[in-house]
């Protein structure tokens, strides 16, 4: 075999190499995996005079094998709690300050239905027994797990902690992709801040994809007023709640003469 057919030869072999490559590439481009999608309905909600709380949809994509977990948190702080006990063996009083650092103003988590087990792992970093790990307690003797679990209780009632399972649902699977749809809610106690939604896939007990968004809520209007002045204006600030007390105690004393006064 001469030297022209070897060198024929290996521009041929590099011609189809490039070739066949070139087909591959599209194909494994489409077979890539469909990332995790997150679309919040709004990314800044109001606080306004008559502001009550409100809910806020969220919407998103994710391969069909895949489930879906939300987290809605922040900001943190240092929370400041009197811990009560027996006295003298029959008296409840107060005994102790006990301080829980790095702790959010809000919790809130949203499985799928049946999925609640499932998630709520602290190896995935998700539910009250993950949030605890990354907060500080002093002092030190005190008991953390029931501390936090106490003060878990009252956040719960104020609503802004919160598991809520199954809220999360699926759409019908296209293409080896599904949606999903969720209504967050926003309790009239989670106060102006940035907040955070966090959006983690699973598949297999492991996360594979993660994606975060910022959450905004901010004073408007007349709340807004009273937030500036009583941190900028403070002599201004006194002087208008002292008018308004005194406008709502004359407000009340003419509704009530008007009605006959008390018998």
Known sequence: MGMKEITMNKILKCLLTAALVSLVLPWSSMAAEEP????????????????????????????????????????RHDVHLKEKGKVAGFLWMN?????????????????????????????????????VKDIAISPE??????VFG???KLMEKSGVYAINEGAITYGEPNDGVKGFSVTLAIPSKMSAGDYTVDAIAVRDGAIFSRVVEKLTLELSGLPKMISSLAFGKPLM?????????????????????????AH
């Open 95 to 131: 005994k102790t300050d006990v301080a829980l650092e790095n702790t959010p103003a809000v919790y809130m988590v949203y499985t799928p239905e049946g999925a609640k087990e499932k998630f709520l792992n602290p190896e995935l970093g998700v539910g009250y027994k993950a949030l």
């Open 36 to 75: 995790l999608l997150l679309e919040l309905a709004s990314t800044n909600i109001k606080i306004s005079t008559f502001y009550n709380g409100t809910t806020l949809e969220v919407t998103g994509s994710l391969p069909a094998d895949a489930e879906v977990v939300l987290q809605v948190s922040g900001p």
């Open 237 to 261: 600030f006194g002087f208008m709640a002292v008018f308004i007390a005194l406008a709502t105690g004359l407000i009340i004393g003419v509704i009530f003469r008007g009605g006959g006064g």
């Open 150 to 152: 106490e003060y878990v």
């Open 141 to 146: 003797s005190e008991d953390k797990a029931f």
